[in-house]
């Protein structure tokens, strides 16, 4: 019986896809290329559209009130160098840590506002660095006559504060003010009327005696 010769399959697998006139970008989904024939947009190299956009201004350095070589190398007092700072600067904030790096929810609250406001045209002065600022915690507290930080000065005077969580300043700062100094009054009137209240029942119980 003659053999008869095998005839091989035909390949039935489709010839591989020329390959595009540019490489393609890593994150280029293959089967869209497949299906368009084209590269998205998106993908395609040098595209920047979509790219994350860096800051193009760096931020501003802090004021620094000493060299940095302790609070005895500087020929003036604290107060001064306060006084010099806010008078020299329209806007100023002495709030705690930099304005990049704000050491407290307030500090950075107000950094914001001003960011908005003033639209970073602003000073600020980091009352913690106890390098180039000794001191300064507590000499702003006194050099405003306010307990708390941080504060804002606008042409060399005090204009804002941080007051139970709220940003106060202008004539909200005199409202306050205003409405503290009432409370004042009120608090030191109900004292007098508790002293009264308490002498009046000592005479009424002395005469029952």
Not at 68 to 94: P, R
Not at 99 to 119: D, H, K, M, T
Not at 132 to 145: C, F, H, M, T, V
């Amino acid at each position: 019986m003659a053999h008869t010769p095998s005839i091989p399959s035909p390949n039935l697998t489709p010839p591989p896809s020329p390959p595009p006139s540019h490489p393609l970008p890593l994150n280029t989904p293959t089967h869209t290329v497949a299906e368009t024939g084209t590269i998205p947009p998106g993908n395609m190299p040098g595209e920047r559209k979509w790219a994350a956009k860096k800051s193009q201004q760096m931020a501003k350095p802090e004021i620094r009130l000493t060299p940095g070589k302790g609070i005895d190398d500087v020929t003036c007092s604290i107060d001064d160098l306060i006084a010099q700072v806010v008078s020299s600067n329209k806007v100023v904030a002495f709030i705690k840590g930099t304005r990049a790096e704000p050491q407290c929810g307030f500090s950075y609250r107000v950094v914001n506002i001003l960011n908005e406001v003033a639209s970073g045209e602003y000073e600020v002065v980091n009352v913690l660095d106890e390098v180039y600022n000794p001191g300064l915690r507590e000499a702003i507290k006194g050099y405003s006559q306010w307990p708390t930080i941080p504060q804002v000065y606008v042409d060399g005077d005090f204009v804002g504060m941080w007051v139970g969580g709220c940003f106060v300043g202008g004539w909200f700062w005199c409202v306050y003010v205003c409405c503290m100094c009432v409370c004042c009054m009120y608090v030191a009137c109900m004292c007098v009327y508790v002293a009264c209240m308490c002498v009046y029942v000592a005479c009424v119980y002395m005469l029952n005696v």
